[in-house]
T-cell receptor, first 113, second 110 residues
């Protein structure tokens, strides 16, 4: 079956603008995760959804970052008033449940100019 | 701050040679995951280890978790150019979210 997909693959935006990043998890996976990866580093956890609810958002860096998963499938990561430091690859992962291995999407490369 | 240390940071091996990548944690691991990443792409799941002393193999890749569950190694036998990439270990330390090491860049010379 299809894997995790993310759109767009690349996004260039100006400082101060609003962006939305989309994640389509593997069908039937109840758990969904967002990570952020900077160059030369491993991914850093942002937020975890179990179903429609955010079970753990402790990794979100500040209140400019917000994520939703209204129907328990597709998720959107929203960043307000983007800053140059937000530039990174944003990775989405899903798993059957919270104890299973996580499968990652190809990521969205965000560049804030 | 990183709670997982990977070594080496990078290595270059001749095709056909064996190699080992290490991942060390200062805390007991509830689960240890190995992923491979190609530049500009997502992470490909390789293996998950949960029990002390556990060892798993897939094709030419073997991963082990020590008895104390604080160190894991990834061993590749008879390396091939297709093994090139970034290898990441991820630890399930708090139940659901993974903490990753900085990665090991592997290059395989033909």
């Amino acid at each position: 079956g299809a894997g995790v997909s993310q759109t767009p693959s690349n996004k260039v935006t100006e400082k101060g603008k609003y962006v939305e990043l989309r994640c389509d998890p593997i069908s039937g996976h109840t758990a969904l995760y967002w990570y952020r990866q900077s160059l030369g580093q491993g991914p850093e956890f942002l937020i975890y959804f179990q179903g429609t609810g955010a079970a753990d958002d402790s990794g979100l860096p500040n209140d400019r970052f917000f994520a939703v998963r209204p129907e328990g499938s597709v998720s959107t990561l929203k960043i307000q008033r983007t800053e140059r430091g937000d530039s990174a690859v944003y990775l989405c992962a899903s798993s059957r449940d919270q104890t299973d291995e996580q499968y990652f999407g190809p990521g969205t490369r965000l560049t804030v100019t | 701050s990183q709670e997982l240390e990977q070594s080496p940071q990078s290595l270059i091996v001749q095709e056909g040679k064996n190699l080992t990548i290490n991942c060390t944690s200062s805390k007991t691991l509830y689960g240890l995951y190995w992923y491979k990443q190609k530049y500009g792409e997502g992470l490909i799941f390789l293996m998950m280890l949960q029990k002390g002393g556990e060892e798993k193999s897939h094709e030419k890749i073997t991963a082990k978790l020590d008895e104390k569950k604080q160190q894991s190694s990834l061993h590749i036998t008879a390396s091939q150019p297709s093994h090139a990439g970034i290898y990441l270990c991820g630890a399930d330390m708090w139940g659901n979210k993974l903490v990753f090491g900085a990665g090991t860049i592997l290059r395989v010379k033909s």
